[in-house]
Nanobody, 122 residues
Framework: VQLQASGGGLVQAGGSLRLSCAASGRTFLYAIGWFRQAPGKERDIVAAISGNGAIAYYADSVKGRFTISRDNAKNTMYLQMNSLKPEDTAVYYC?????????????????WGQGTQVTVSS
């Protein structure tokens, strides 16, 4: 399985973006996480979703603004980002874990996409 993230770009504060993560193989029942890494900072989890899509996690900093979802029939995962803030600026990565359950630790994920840059201007 390979992951391809897309959808990043430059947006003004308050704007929206939708990130997509397309998988080359089946992702059914595997947990997915979206992480981000700003320059000089660690890679932190933004959101995660269980393999069946029933359970999702959001970091406090994005709760109420971001929505993670998945379309297992299309092997594609999404991160809808609304009310974007300058502090959301980072490279965003999607990652897959060979388990139906997500974790918050980036080193527990098995496959990573290449990252997509999100820049929010003030």
């Amino acid at each position: 399985v390979q992951l391809q993230a897309s959808g990043g770009g430059l947006v003004q504060a308050g704007g929206s973006l939708r990130l997509s993560c397309a998988a080359s193989g089946r992702t059914f029942l595997y947990a997915i996480g979206w992480f981000r890494q700003a320059p000089g900072k660690e890679r932190d989890i933004v959101a995660a979703i269980s393999g069946n899509g029933a359970i999702a996690y959001y970091a406090d900093s994005v709760k109420g603004r971001f929505t993670i979802s998945r379309d297992n029939a299309k092997n594609t995962m999404y991160l809808q980002m609304n009310s974007l803030k300058p502090e959301d600026t980072a490279v965003y990565y999607c990652a897959l874990r060979f388990s139906r359950w997500y974790t918050l630790e980036h080193d527990q994920y098995d496959i990573w996409g290449q990252g997509t840059q999100v820049t929010v201007s003030s």
